[in-house]
């Protein structure tokens, strides 16, 4: 079954988040840290008072097994670009003993229908470059790439080397 959270099911979404979390802290410890449950338990309080938050749980036998949190986006238009109006979802996460049984189907599937009885039909989800299992899973449920960030890496020394001259001539 899959509900809408809570309030009141912070401490649950707390400790599904928990396992993302330390799967982002094993790959990129530059960027993540460890979190306390008590931590994430305030943040999705504060987060799910918000009006453009809004999150999902899967339960199995009345226990909480997968969860996804979204926001809702709104970007004017600029000189370069249309309006837009999207739903990003910001966390994905299946507890570990429930994967590839269709529960983060189905609750893609729920965020996408809430957004479209609302008219929204632009829906995004971002994956980090590591995560090859997530990027397979959205990929199989019909997400495209439309953009890819390159950066380097903190310990990266390309731009380390003296310039070169432009134009390449020394002109």
């Known amino acids: 079954m899959i509900r809408r959270a809570t309030i009141a099911d912070a401490a649950a979404l707390a400790t599904l988040c928990g396992q993302v979390q330390q799967l982002h ?5 530059d960027v993540f840290v460890p979190a306390e449950h008590e931590t994430l338990a305030a ?8 009006s453009t938050n809004r999150a999902w749980i899967a339960e199995q036998d009345g ?3 997968a969860y996804a949190y979204v926001t809702f986006q709104e970007r004017p238009p600029t000189p370069f670009t249309s309006p837009m109006h999207w739903v990003e979802i910001v966390q ?7 994967r590839r049984q269709g529960c983060a189907r189905a609750l893609i599937q729920t ?17 980090w470059a590591f995560n090859a299992e ?7 449920l019909g997400f495209r790439p439309r953009t890819l960030e390159f950066g380097l890496e903190p ?14 001539d020394g002109r």
């Open 63 to 65: 226990a909480a097994v």
């Open 25 to 29: 802290v094993d790959h990129r410890r």
């Open 155 to 168: 310990n990266d020394s390309l731009l380390l080397d003296e310039p070169k001259a432009f134009p390449p």
């Open 43 to 50: 943040w999705f309080r504060a987060q799910l008072g918000q």
């Open 134 to 140: 997530a990027q397979a899973a959205f990929h199989q």
């Open 111 to 127: 965020v996408i229908a809430d957004a479209r009885r609302q008219g929204i039909h632009d829906i995004r989800l971002k994956t």
């Open 92 to 98: 994905v996460g299946v507890d570990a003993a429930h």
